[in-house]
Every structure is written in C-alpha cells, then in structure tokens.
C-alpha cells in the first residue's frame, strides 16, 4: 500500500513537471505504468503573484494552507509544494497544517551532501534568492552558497514570471541564466541550485557550466521514496 501524495501547485509549468515525474518514475519502485495516488490543488497564480508582490507572506501561507485542507479532505497523507519561492511561507504553514510537509530545500541541499558538493550558486526569482529558504538549510549542513548580483536576481525574476511560468522559453532566457552559473565558477561555486521549478524546463547538466540541482525533480523523487515507504 503506497501513501497518497498531495501536491500543492502555485505555478502550472513547474506543478505539472513534479506530477509527470511522479508518474514517470513511479514505474522504476512499483512496477509498469504504476505510481503512488497523486491529488493536487492550484488556486489561480494570480492570487498567489499579488501576495508577493506586495510582500505579503501572511496571505502566501494562507493560499498553501486552504490547498492543504482541501488536499487532507481528498485523502492525501502528506504534501509537498513544487514551488520554492512561496516555502518562505512554511514555517508559519507547518504548525496549523493537517498534513505534514516535504520542504523542497532540506531535499536538495541533502542531495548536494550527497554529491560532495561544497558551494552552491542559488537561482530563482528575486524573493526566493533575497530569503533565507535555501541559505538555512545550507548552513545548517556547512555548506556554502552565492546569491548571483542585484541585476541577475531581478532578471531572472523577470523571466520566470515574465516567460518561464507562461510556458514560453527563449533562448535569450536559456543563455541568460547560462551566464548566471558561468560567473557563479568565478566564486568557487561547483553546483547550481535550480530553485524555481521551471528553471530545469531550460537549463540542465547538458547545458549548464556546473553540475545542477534540479529542484522539481529532486522533491518529486523524496515524494515517491516516501509514498512507498522507502524513505
């Protein structure tokens, strides 16, 4: 008996990417065509876009925490959320949640420990490289990271939300974050962290200067370990 997943989506593109891998791959623990009961619930992004833009964190949770009661009534055991930025609301989710959480950093700095990875660039949106998500959970394993400049930051922002969570992927958006990770090696750095769930729907290990996190992947495989008690 595997445990039920639930998602809690904010964003389509990267949402989707963690479902398809948890149907993917599921066949890899349980069998062909197999996978773990999955339920997700996503409200309009565009709520979810008015609360950071205006620095409020209250109302993110309260968005993740109403996906969370819906979740818990169709039967999930446990939630995890494909989106980094918004885990800056967490820690005031977790104690009034139904569920407990797979917070998505704690699954990819443990996989930079895995791979010895020592210094890790961080890429996302503006909000979630200017918090303290990632650099916690970094430290807390002695690990090191960057926050690429004030102008990368607000570009890479601008891409995601501008492009990448509309499902459009420019080159010019692939050779920009290309040259994030590239001057990333000028600090030391020797992985990427992919912390927006649709930065591995453009940048990868094939086409990135360093070995990269892939952040959606990464939480969707701890979700299935989990779901079938491998974990």
């Known amino acids: 008996m595997t445990q039920h997943i639930g998602i809690v989506g904010c964003s389509a593109e990267g949402a989707a990417l963690c479902y398809r891998t948890i149907c993917a ?24 876009a008015l609360c950071l833009d205006r620095g409020d964190w209250s109302g993110v949770g309260e968005l993740m925490l109403a996906s969370a009661n819906k979740l818990a009534n169709a039967g999930a055991d446990f939630l995890i959320c494909p989106d980094n930025t918004i885990h ?14 797979i917070h998505i950093a704690e699954v990819v700095v443990a996989e930079a420990v895995d791979r010895r990875f020592r210094r890790l660039v961080l890429t996302g949106t503006r909000w979630l490289v200017d918090s303290d998500v990632y650099p916690e959970k ?11 400049d004030r102008d ?9 939300m501008d492009e990448l969570v509309r499902g459009i992927f420019k080159p010019e958006a692939i050779a920009y974050f290309q040259g994030v990770i590239e001057r990333s090696v000028e600090s030391g750095c020797d992985a990427a962290i992919l912390g927006c769930t649709e930065i591995p729907l453009i940048i990868d290990d094939t086409n990135s200067a360093l070995p990269t996190l892939d952040s959606t992947r990464l939480l ?9 008690n491998d974990d």
Do not use: K, N
Not at 25 to 39: F, K
Not at 88 to 101: F, G, H, I, K, T
Not at 138 to 146: D, H, P, Q, Y
Not at 152 to 160: A, G, P, T
């Open 152 to 160: 990368d930051r607000d570009e890479m922002s601008r891409i995601i």
């Open 25 to 48: 791959e599921g066949a890899q623990l349980l069998g062909p065509h197999a996978h773990p009961e999955v339920s997700m619930h996503t409200p309009s992004l565009a709520d979810y």
């Open 88 to 101: 800056q609301a967490l820690p005031d989710v977790e104690p009034r949640s139904p569920l407990p959480w």
């Open 220 to 228: 969707a495989r701890a979700a299935l370990r989990r779901a079938v």
């Open 138 to 148: 970094i430290a807390a394993c002695g690990l090191e990271f960057v926050r690429p």
